[in-house]
């Protein structure tokens, strides 16, 4: 196992590149790429970072060479033979070639595109336009990068010995989570904490104890590279973006209302089983539910990722009820900003009501609330997101305002389109 602290202390990391591989990714990012590969590859977007933290000034922690360095090697990367070999031939829920040969040629001669780099206000500003399903796999790399950079920058000020210290806290830390979650009958855990992890080094080494210490309850990793170097299920569906681009692109208030369900619609033909899974917070829960066509009834299950997880569920729970169908068979992912409290709770809660699942990110991979003097490593709201498709702005409302992203008037037609009303403000943690 590798000694974190003394690769920090010795090397500075100057021999760990942040990113290592196009595949340390996360795994829903690669079936999303070959489904918009299929369906959309000529569509333009553009991606943007976002640090909903302003009080965490990037550009004046991350130095801009070092940034601009990282995201060039990200540029020189390519699939390696291994890494192909273990994308076309490997069992991925249950079905070999998941990724069928043309996306695979388009991805091993595949290198990501530009990027456009400026500092303003105390951020940074990064950008990524071209091609959807080229700068979309820029957005997991990017994040990684930079919340690395940011962890570097405080780590270089700590000798040898307050670095062995800190590693050592934060490695009781995430181990006593482990042994508290071991005590949960029947519970089903995935590492969702790629885009926000303290290090790469870092994520590996808390899917190393996961492993350990949970065994079968720890059901695999979204991501890729660490999956395939230690043997696990690389697990994920789809995301916002599928949604918020395909949105965007519509011409009509009745196409916009209908694209949340074209985007499902296409994944129906391509995918089955623990694939189907929906993702309806993008522009509201309760309204996307209420206008689903009944065939989404009959998918695998929901994954929940903002506003309160308990209303949510209930919520899924109802609509299955009254689409006819038996929410003991239905699975529910719980995947928003989630600690073991919440684990405990949401598992006591749903057990033998639904099938019951975690996807736990940023509080496992990056976890160092309280460690480092004046709180310098606490873990903050990183994202990149689709802003643009061929021109058009994109817009997220979620279950929670504060996540809402778009111009202030798209916002409020699309709030008008998809009957969202008022909803209730929760703070935005990762």
């Known amino acids: 196992m590798v000694d974190i602290a003394s690769r920090v202390h010795n090397h500075n990391w100057k021999i760990d590149p942040i990113i290592r591989s196009l595949i340390d990714t996360d795994f829903y990012k690669l079936l999303m790429c070959q489904s918009i590969f299929r369906n959309r590859p000529d569509t333009r977007v553009t991606f943007s970072l976002i640090n909903r933290s302003k009080d965490v000034r990037l550009a004046e922690l991350v130095d801009e060479g070092e940034l601009r360095e990282q995201l060039d090697h990200v540029r020189s990367l390519s699939l390696t033979r291994g890494e192909s070999t273990w994308m076309r031939g490997n069992t991925f829920y249950g079905k070999r070639q998941m990724f069928r040969s043309d996306f695979m040629e388009w991805f091993e001669n595949l290198r990501l595109p530009p990027y456009v780099l400026e500092k303003r206000d105390g951020q940074y500003e990064l950008t990524f336009e071209g091609a959807w399903p080229e700068v979309m796999l820029w957005e997991i790399p990017a994040l990684a990068i930079l919340m690395e950079l940011r962890s570097r920058a405080v780590l270089q000020t700590m000798g040898k010995f307050e670095l062995e210290v800190l590693y050592a806290r934060a490695m009781t830390r995430v181990w006593d989570k482990v042994q508290r979650l071991r005590k949960i009958p029947g519970l089903r855990i995935a590492d969702f904490g790629t885009r926000r992890r303290h290090s790469f080094l870092w994520q590996d080494w808390c899917v190393q104890a996961m492993t350990e210490g949970l065994g079968d309850a720890f059901i695999g990793t979204s991501n890729c590279r660490i999956a395939m170097r230690r043997d696990l299920e690389a697990v994920g569906t789809n995301a916002h973006e599928l949604p918020m681009v395909f949105a965007a692109l519509a011409e009509t208030d009745e196409e916009?209302?209908?694209?949340?369900?074209?985007?499902?619609?296409?994944?129906?033909?391509?995918?089955?089983?623990?694939?189907?899974?929906?993702?309806?917070?993008?522009?509201?829960?309760?309204?996307?539910?209420?206008?689903?066509?009944?065939?989404?009834?009959?998918?695998?299950?929901?994954?929940?990722?903002?506003?309160?997880?308990?209303?949510?569920?209930?919520?899924?729970?109802?609509?299955?009820?009254?689409?006819?169908?038996?929410p003991r068979d239905k699975l529910v992912i719980f995947s928003d900003g989630l600690d073991v409290e919440k684990i405990e709770e949401l598992h006591a809660q749903f057990t033998g009501r639904v099938k019951v699942s975690f996807g736990w990110g940023t509080l496992l991979t990056n976890d160092f609330r309280g460690l480092a003097p004046g709180n310098t490593l606490a873990p903050f709201s990183l994202v990149c997101k689709a802003v643009s498709a061929n021109g058009k702005p994109t817009v997220k409302l979620s279950d929670n305002p504060m996540k809402a992203m778009g111009p202030a008037a798209e916002v409020e037609r699309y709030k008008r389109v998809f009957g969202v009303g008022e909803q209730e403000a929760m703070d935005v943690f990762v």
């Open 256 to 326: 916009l209302a209908q694209a949340p369900y074209k985007v499902l619609a296409d994944w129906h033909e391509e995918h089955d089983g623990n694939l189907r899974i929906i993702l309806p917070d993008t522009y509201g829960t309760e309204g996307f539910l209420k206008r689903a066509p009944d065939w989404l009834a009959g998918w695998t299950g929901i994954r929940i990722d903002s506003g309160d997880p308990a209303s949510a569920a209930e919520v899924a729970i109802r609509w299955w009820k009254e689409r006819g169908e038996d």
